[in-house]
């Protein structure tokens, strides 16, 4: 979304280059070579400094200085345990990891690291990317955020915007905007689906089968037929929920990351800030530059009904007594409202998704494609929705 200039990211601003799916539908798109590679340097708030840690530079982190030389030595053993659930971790079906799904993050690390690894690293990682506290997440959801960082050489984005790859598979399809689907069911024949467009004219068609690539809440409204066992799975999901708030400041801030974890001590409702500038060229004027504030899940239902004004005026407050200056000259804004953001693990969802992947290999016509079956990911969408649609192919040529 582009305003004064600057061009703002709605979802994603960047995907790392292990996304083998997203990267295969690009390529298939005939558009891989638009990609635009970057380095990813991430930094964390530390005494008034930012400490900070370079992807391609792994030796960096000798130079990270919010953690003091033990504790960076006892993290040989989050190696070792990467190496161990390594091959359970996938971006399909993260039920392969149930055997690991024992214990939150914040069990895992007061059971093996010192305090200040909890909170200088281990906690701010995890609520950067997952918008929930360790005390609550399962520890797999932190080992697959791991692997996915570490395994990725470079990140890569695009002039548009990563979303651009959706929009270009969208042109040649039949799309309804602002419609809402109100029952799909399946019989013999094929699936009849209920839903009304934008001017809340009720539409009852007949396909020969139908894809849900929609949040847990939606698949129990929309599939009556769901059995009970699977739905009590989907109905005991939790999503995490956030206010994005985007500044586009006049000047960009002298600082090469291109996001900022904040540990809890220093603000308990912000855990990042994203600097997209640094992320994605020719987004910004000239000397210009973005910051992305993703506020935790308790704040933003606080402040859910705030208007945009307000809620740009406590995000520059925010931003600004974190580090003084940074926000200081906001030219354009952008706010946007996640709910659902990403599925919000506990100890005990992987578990229950190994149950629930059993049962969906016995679906047909109405195929199962949410962002429930992996780690929330763009790619583990994009992998969901092409498992779908190889077994509805499969079952239709089985059929015909």
């Known amino acids: 979304?582009?305003?004064?200039?600057?061009?703002?990211?709605?979802?994603?601003?960047?995907?790392?280059?292990?996304?083998?799916?997203?990267?295969?539908?690009?390529?298939?798109?005939?558009?891989?070579?638009?990609?635009?590679?970057?380095?990813?340097?991430?930094?964390?708030?530390?005494?008034?400094?930012?400490?900070?840690?370079?992807?391609?530079?792994?030796l960096s982190f000798a130079s990270f200085s919010a953690l003091g030389t033990r504790s960076k030595l006892s993290l040989w053993r989050l190696g070792f345990d990467l190496a161990r659930m390594y091959s359970a971790i996938n971006y399909e079906d993260l039920s392969t990891a149930a055997g690991f799904d024992d214990q939150t993050v914040r069990q895992y690390v007061?059971?093996?690291?010192?305090?200040?690894?909890?909170?200088?690293?281990?906690?701010?990682?995890?609520?950067?990317?997952?918008?929930?506290?360790?005390?609550?997440?399962?520890?797999v959801d932190l080992f697959a955020a791991i692997k996915s960082l570490l395994v990725a050489g470079w990140l890569w984005?695009?002039?548009?915007?990563?979303?651009?790859?959706?929009?270009?598979?969208?042109?040649?399809?039949?799309?309804?905007?602002s419609a809402t689907v109100e029952t799909a069911t399946e019989d013999?024949?094929?699936?009849?689906?209920?839903?009304?467009?934008?001017?809340?004219?009720?539409?009852?068609?007949?396909?020969d089968a139908a894809v849900l690539a929609v949040s847990a809440a939606d698949v129990l409204e929309i599939h009556k037929g769901l059995d009970v066992d699977?739905?009590?799975?989907?109905?005991?999901?939790?999503?995490?929920?956030?206010?994005?708030?985007?500044?586009?400041?006049?000047?960009a801030p002298p600082e090469p990351a291109s996001m900022v974890l904040i540990p809890r001590d220093?603000?308990?409702?912000?855990?990042?800030?994203?600097l997209g500038h640094n992320l994605a060229p020719g987004r910004v004027p000239p000397g210009a530059g973005?910051?992305?504030?993703?506020?935790?899940?308790?704040?933003?239902?606080?402040?859910?009904?705030?208007?945009?004004?307000?809620?740009?005026?406590?995000?520059?407050?925010?931003?600004?007594?974190?580090?003084?200056?940074?926000a200081a000259d906001v030219c354009a804004s952008h706010v946007a409202r996640w709910s659902p953001a990403v599925v919000a693990s506990r100890p005990g969802?992987?578990?229950?998704?190994?149950?629930?992947?059993?049962?969906s290999r016995f679906d047909r016509r109405i195929q199962l494609a949410g962002d429930y079956h992996a780690q929330t990911s763009v790619n583990a969408s994009v992998a969901a929705g092409e498992g779908a649609a190889a077994r509805v192919t499969a079952l239709l040529r089985a059929m015909s």
């Open 290 to 326: 973005i910051l992305t504030a993703f506020w935790m899940r308790d704040w933003s239902r606080r402040h859910w009904q705030a208007d945009d004004d307000e809620l740009c005026d406590l995000t520059v407050q925010a931003v600004n007594g974190l580090r003084p200056g940074w």
């Open 230 to 251: 699977r739905a009590r799975y989907l109905s005991d999901l939790d999503y995490s929920e956030s206010i994005v708030v985007s500044l586009g400041v006049g000047t």
């Open 110 to 139: 007061d059971r093996h690291y010192s305090p200040e690894v909890r909170e200088k690293l281990i906690a701010p990682l995890t609520r950067a990317l997952l918008l929930v506290e360790p005390e609550q997440t399962s520890v």
């Open 349 to 359: 969802t992987f578990v229950g998704l190994r149950d629930f992947a059993a049962r």
């Open 188 to 207: 013999s024949d094929g699936v009849e689906v209920v839903w009304s467009d934008g001017t809340a004219v009720v539409h009852r068609e007949r396909f």
């Open 1 to 58: 979304m582009w305003r004064d200039g600057f061009g703002f990211d709605i979802g994603a601003g960047a995907l790392p280059s292990s996304n083998e799916h997203v990267r295969r539908m690009i390529a298939s798109l005939g558009a891989d070579r638009e990609l635009v590679s970057r380095g990813a340097v991430v930094g964390v708030l530390d005494n008034g400094s930012v400490s900070r840690v370079a992807r391609r530079a792994p």
């Open 266 to 274: 220093l603000n308990p409702d912000l855990p990042v800030i994203g």
């Open 157 to 177: 984005t695009h002039p548009e915007g990563v979303g651009f790859f959706i929009e270009r598979a969208a042109r040649d399809l039949e799309v309804h905007l």
